[in-house]
């Protein structure tokens, strides 16, 4: 995971996703990722669903895929932040052991609570 100013250019061959400021629900949260994540039709908008589609390294195109962060998502719900965190910083470490590049980052402001969420 990376902290503060990114220093991603526009590639054509990166998936990024922009997760936006503001989402205060799993659902909302799910959503977004579904959709810019390219999940499967099948996708079940839970977080087992989320562990499974995004460790499934079959779906993501070539290049890196980038989940870029406005806040920590679901502000004031501990436990799914929790959850959501938790999920994403295993599927990164997952991702480097498949020789896959997944790039998480969020805002400098927001790394004590992120890794607090680890």
């Known amino acids: 995971m990376r902290f503060g100013e990114t220093g991603l250019e526009l590639d054509p061959t990166r998936l990024e996703v922009r997760i ?4 205060k629900t799993k659902t909302e949260l799910l959503a977004v990722l579904a959709r810019g994540l390219r ?3 099948y996708f079940g ?3 087992d669903a989320l562990d499974e589609c995004i460790n499934d390294l079959s ?3 070539p290049g ?3 989940l870029a962060h406005s806040d920590v998502p679901l502000a004031g719900d501990h436990s799914n932040q929790s959850t959501y965190v938790s999920i994403i910083n295993d599927a990164v470490a997952r991702w480097m052991v498949a020789d896959r590049d997944l790039l998480v980052t969020f805002p400098a402001e927001y790394r004590a609570l992120v890794e607090q969420l680890r």
């Open 20 to 23: 936006p400021a503001g989402l």
């Open 39 to 41: 999940f499967p039709d």
């Open 45 to 47: 908008m839970n977080w």
């Open 59 to 61: 779906w993501p195109p």
């Open 64 to 66: 890196q895929v980038v």
